[in-house]
């Protein structure tokens, strides 16, 4: 019964949280790579009563991520090497002509920007879920959301 219930978790946010960590890491495999040893993580620590698994997994994601960040940095100087280029990425992870424009500007945000942006429009989270992903306030985020918008606006207008 919990290997099915894990199944069908997997199968449902799997594409959005590795969507939303290939956008932070730049780099797919790794997205691919920490998403799977999230899920494991998220799904055994979940307390199913105070938060919904999306928001728990993401957050889990997040966390991981910025860890294996310390850990590289630590190991390895030749940390900025690691990134790929952002048009490439767009290519992968978006197949459907309508988003690559748009996912391209999305990717030219600075990493604050685009991290709300792809929580908000993507993964449909509240202001309030993204605070408590990101360790901010909620109108700390709002204002983040304001200002990427105005950004993406110019992007996309240029």
């Known amino acids: 019964m919990k290997n099915e219930a894990f199944e069908r978790l997997f199968k449902r946010y799997y594409n959005e949280a590795k969507l939303y960590l290939t956008a932070l890491c ?3 495999a790794l997205a691919e790579d920490i998403v799977s040893e999230s899920f494991v993580k998220a799904f055994a620590l979940i307390d199913e009563e105070k938060e919904s698994f999306k928001f728990w997994l ?3 994601c997040r966390n991981a991520y910025f860890d294996y960040l310390k850990k590289a940095k630590r190991l390895s100087p030749v940390y900025d090497n690691m990134r790929s280029d952002e048009a ?3 290519e992968k992870v ?29 993964d ?24 990427a918008r105005i950004k993406l606006k110019e992007i996309l207008e240029d």
């Open 124 to 147: 449909e989270l509240s202001v309030s879920e993204i605070a408590g992903i990101t360790g901010q306030t909620v109108q700390n985020v709002k204002v983040l959301m304001y200002r």
């Open 58 to 60: 993401l957050k889990v």
């Open 94 to 122: 978006i197949e459907d002509e309508e988003y690559r424009a748009l996912y391209r500007a999305i990717a030219l945000l600075k990493d604050s920007y685009r991290e709300v942006i792809l929580l908000y429009y993507f």
């Open 88 to 90: 490439d990425l767009a």
């Open 26 to 28: 730049r780099n797919e």
